[in-house]
């Protein structure tokens, strides 16, 4: 069975949306930086299960704030990836206001929370955040690397059919 679902990425400005989006979609990655100005729209077929899932990818630009983008940005959304960067505390200060205004206008859509840039932490790092944030993310990734990317997206689609 062919289905279509909208996903929206949500989060600050360079914590790697774009990358991230660009790994899934033709597995590159560039470490020129592109600001996202509006909405940038890709799109990718991927077979979970008996489905074929176009997953219709709105990369959204970033700000401190979500809270102010048009409702059409986010209108129809069936799944939310936010994302942070594990660099920038600053990224993830927000993380619990954010999701609580796009819940409110899309209480049915299904969340994932990502730290990005992985590659970019050395192992104490990464236990600190763990220990400290426990619970509170879905995944940790590297657009660079590729790690978690596609499990990542794969776990979004697979709520999105149930």
Do not use: C
Request: neutral net charge.
């Amino acid at each position: 069975m062919k289905i279509s679902k909208k996903v929206i990425l949500l989060g600050h400005f360079g914590v790697g949306k774009t990358s991230l989006v660009k790994r899934f979609v033709v597995q590159k990655f560039s470490e020129e930086y592109h600001t996202t100005i509006g909405v940038k729209v890709d799109k990718k077929e991927v077979v979970i299960g008996e489905h074929l899932l176009t997953m219709i990818l709105w990369d959204i630009e970033g700000g401190k704030s979500q809270q102010h983008l048009p409702p059409s940005y986010f209108a129809g959304a069936h799944g939310i990836i936010y994302v942070f960067d594990l660099t920038r505390p600053a990224t993830w200060e927000t993380i619990e206001e954010e999701l609580t205004y796009f819940t409110e206008r899309l209480p049915k859509a299904y969340k994932r929370i990502i730290g990005n840039k992985r590659d970019l932490i050395d192992e104490v790092q990464l236990r600190e955040f763990q220990e400290r944030f426990k619970g509170s993310y879905d995944f940790l990734s590297s657009a660079k690397t590729g790690e978690n990317v596609e499990e990542l997206f794969l776990a979004l689609g697979l709520d999105m059919l149930s």
